[in-house]
């Protein structure tokens, strides 16, 4: 069976409203069957539990969040990925 990665790249910034939004992205999606959700986490600490953590203290890169959940997620045999976004969710 093909399983999905659905990726999602996310730097907090503070702003309650943003950690809650990506909850709600995170809890729609994973009723998807078949279907993992990453959190690919930029910052200086590590906030949400079990995100993908990239240490980066400067500004939030996007691209670089997306390419390196790719690279791991082909390393894991996803067959079917998806690059999201919490923002437009």
Known sequence: MNKTKY????????DIRR???????KNHFTSFKNTDICIVEQGI???IKDSLFL????K?????????????????????????DADPI
């Open 7 to 14: 990726i999602i790249p996310f730097k907090y910034n503070g």
């Open 19 to 25: 950690l809650l939004n990506l909850e709600a992205v």
């Open 45 to 47: 600490t590590q906030i």
């Open 55 to 58: 240490y980066n203290d400067k």
């Open 60 to 84: 939030f890169n996007k691209s670089w969040s997306l390419n390196y959940a790719v690279k791991k997620a082909e390393q894991d045999n996803y067959k079917n990925i998806i690059l999201g």
